[in-house]
């Protein structure tokens, strides 16, 4: 029965000097989102269709943004898609239209970057410029002064996603710039058959020359779907993500109930001659109608301040493993090779009686000079068929462990339910097409949903400025089309461990304690679950006072829950549970149990008697319990 009620309970144990009363155990400093005004980044081109964008920002002057997006020219030639570049010399204030790219029958994946110097550099990739059609590859663009100008450089062969990182640390490879994408190996033997592979090139001369590629060659049954972004290591490594399939058929399934694909690392110690799989992230869970229709490219952010966190990698992905697109996050502190249980951002509530549930896309992530972890993405739940969305922000003060409420960043959301014009792509193709690649009998021509227009194509944008602000780049419609909009968000508060000054110096001993737990209870007149927990000491030596549970997620299967007797008046994640009054004379001794103490959460919405059968729990917790450890020994003996 307890596992029916309260499925998936993760505990910790911690401890720290001194907590005389539960009412101490509130944050250092209290903290709040505040978002700034909503400005249009391109409106230069108000008639025109935007979609997938990223962002960047210097490093060295907070005044300098980029904003790259593909954007629909709407005309009766090729191409389909060009890209557009928008910056910001007054730290996002105002914007100008500084390059505009359209080369074969389509140009996009757009990425851009700031080096030392306040370089700029801009990627993308150009299909369909040679007379076969087939050819792909990245057009490679650099700017000496922020944004304004640019140069271009030489051409790298790399097919789909690519991204472009700058060495920005004080570490030996300052300044080497890095481009990264699918590409692919030609077969050796009679096959014929390319294999994929993930392609590092790297340039030491600020993009005058171009060297490599480094490659990970992605081998059946572990097939490459989707390139994630980079980062740089305070000690020059170069880190990416990627996503692979555990075989080709696993992706066709639709709505899969196991994992069939994982987030992988990969890294180069060496400034890019040599690229390797470093780690695996997490397990994936996608099929194809969401892959098309709701991206979940996996991106990464490294924690570049000098705060408790530094050097820590937060990953951020969506995918199906409730039933619905959700974002999950999970971070690293060994630059990738291992990663922490994944956890949900944002609303994480399932309704198993909806035939299509609300999906998260494009989520994307960001660390701020104090260390605090941002969140955007795309959430569907607030449209009413689930196709349009808003854009939305969380953060994180304790290193990704719990998230503060979202919140909108728009007043208005992007849905092709009430465009004016709807997003509409028209192709053609045979005859005597002017590309060989495209020439045959009879002449075809077609007219489609442009599926980008409804995700907001593949990427968002979230950077922070020097100054510890964090400006969000996002697409939506205002005037019928889908434009590029942007806003700074301020998040009072800095990182801090366990989210509490009385809470930092505490110790990490999860593993040596378990949980028992008395009958849940239901007051449905009040909508009050009620249960006793007890916490008992597994390991082989004692734990002392203050000991307390920190709640990091809640997530009920209806509706919404919050926690209404934590001793810190929190109500969902951060809510603390202080058992220090539950310990004979302060200690809890090696085998021993605590006395019980009452948890309690309220629903907002309870499954009706005839939806029990159907919900294998009800109730999902996780959380960390804090006490002071009479040893430093972290044995775990399970009794």
């Not at 903290?31 to 935007?50: M, T």
């Not at 971070?331 to 035939?355: C, M, N, Q």
């Not at 994307?364 to 000079?369: G, M, P, Q």
Request: hydrophobic content about 40%.
């Amino acid at each position: 029965m307890q596992r029916m009620w309260l499925a998936g309970v993760l505990l910790i144990a911690f401890s720290q000097h001194s907590l005389s009363r539960s009412t101490q155990m509130v944050e250092a400093e209290p903290a709040f989102i505040s978002v700034g005004r909503n400005v249009q980044v391109s409106k230069s081109r108000s008639n025109q269709w935007h979609t997938e964008v990223l962002m960047a920002s210097d490093p060295e002057n907070r005044n300098h943004l980029l904003a790259c997006s593909m954007v629909n020219p709407q005309r009766p030639s090729r191409p389909m898609y060009a890209v557009v570049v928008y910056a910001s010399f007054d730290g996002g204030a105002t914007w100008q239209e500084t390059l505009q790219v359209a080369e074969g029958w389509a140009t996009g994946d757009p990425a851009c970057a700031y080096g030392p110097g306040g370089v700029a550099y801009v990627a993308m990739i150009a299909r369909g410029r040679k007379p076969d059609g087939k050819d792909s590859e990245v057009l490679f663009f650099k700017s000496q002064d922020a944004g304004m100008t640019w140069t271009r450089l030489i051409d790298v062969p790399i097919t789909d996603r690519e991204y472009v990182t700058v060495d920005n640390t004080l570490g030996k490879y300052r300044g080497r710039v890095y481009l990264h994408g699918t590409a692919s190996v030609r077969a050796l033997d009679s096959t014929g058959k390319n294999s994929l592979s993930l392609d590092l090139w790297r340039s030491s001369d600020a993009g005058a020359t171009i060297l490599g590629p480094s490659k990970v060659i992605a081998i059946e049954p572990n097939l490459a779907h989707g390139m994630g972004n980079g980062v740089v290591h305070s000690d020059s490594t170069f880190i990416a993500l990627t996503t692979e399939m555990l075989s080709e058929k696993g992706f066709e399934n639709t709505r899969p109930y196991k994992p069939n694909g994982r987030i992988v690392a990969l890294a180069s110690e060496d400034g890019g001659r040599s690229f390797s799989r470093q780690g695996i992230v997490g397990t994936w869970y996608i099929d194809i109608e969401h892959y098309s229709t709701c991206t979940s490219l996996p991106m990464l952010a490294v924690d570049s301040s000098t705060g408790p966190f530094k050097d820590r990698l937060y990953a951020v992905w969506s995918d199906l493993r409730s039933g619905r697109m959700e974002l999950v996050l999970a971070y690293s502190s060994d630059k990738g090779k291992s990663w922490s249980t994944p956890i949900v951002v944002g609303i994480a509530t399932l309704r198993t009686d909806w035939p299509d549930a609300p999906d998260n896309c494009a989520a994307t992530v960001a660390i701020n000079a104090d260390g605090v972890v941002g969140v955007m993405w795309y959430e569907r739940r607030d449209d009413a068929d689930y196709t349009g969305y808003w854009p939305r922000f969380s953060a994180s003060l304790d290193g990704g462990e719990t998230f503060m409420p979202t919140v909108k960043l728009s007043p208005d959301p992007l849905s092709p339910r009430d465009a004016s014009v709807l997003p509409l792509l028209a192709d053609n193709w045979g005859g005597g097409s002017h590309s060989p690649f495209m020439r045959s009998a009879p002449l075809h021509f077609s007219v489609s949903f442009d599926r980008m227009q409804f995700a907001g194509g593949d990427t968002s944008g979230l950077v922070a400025t020097a100054d510890g602000v964090f400006h969000a780049l996002w697409v939506e419609k205002r005037n019928g089309r889908a434009q590029v909009w942007t806003a700074p968000i301020s998040v009072r508060g800095r990182a801090i461990k366990y989210g509490s000054e009385e809470l930092a110096n505490l110790s990490d001993v999860t593993a040596r304690v378990g949980l028992a737990l008395g009958e849940p209870v239901y007051d449905r007149s009040k909508g009050i679950l009620t249960l006793d927990a007890y916490i008992e000491n597994t390991s082989n030596s004692a734990l002392k006072r203050p000991m307390v549970i920190r709640l990091l997620f809640v997530k009920p299967m209806m509706g919404e829950v919050r926690v209404t007797n934590s001793d810190n008046q929190f109500a969902g994640a951060g809510a603390v549970w202080d058992f220090s009054a539950q310990l004979d004379n302060g200690t809890l001794p090696a085998g021993g149990r605590s006395r019980p103490k009452r948890l309690e959460f309220q629903f907002t919405e309870f499954p009706a008697t005839r939806s029990l059968k159907a919900m294998r729990q009800i109730l999902e917790v996780q959380c960390k319990v804090l006490a002071k450890s009479e040893s430093t020994d972290s044995t775990h003996q399970q009794k």
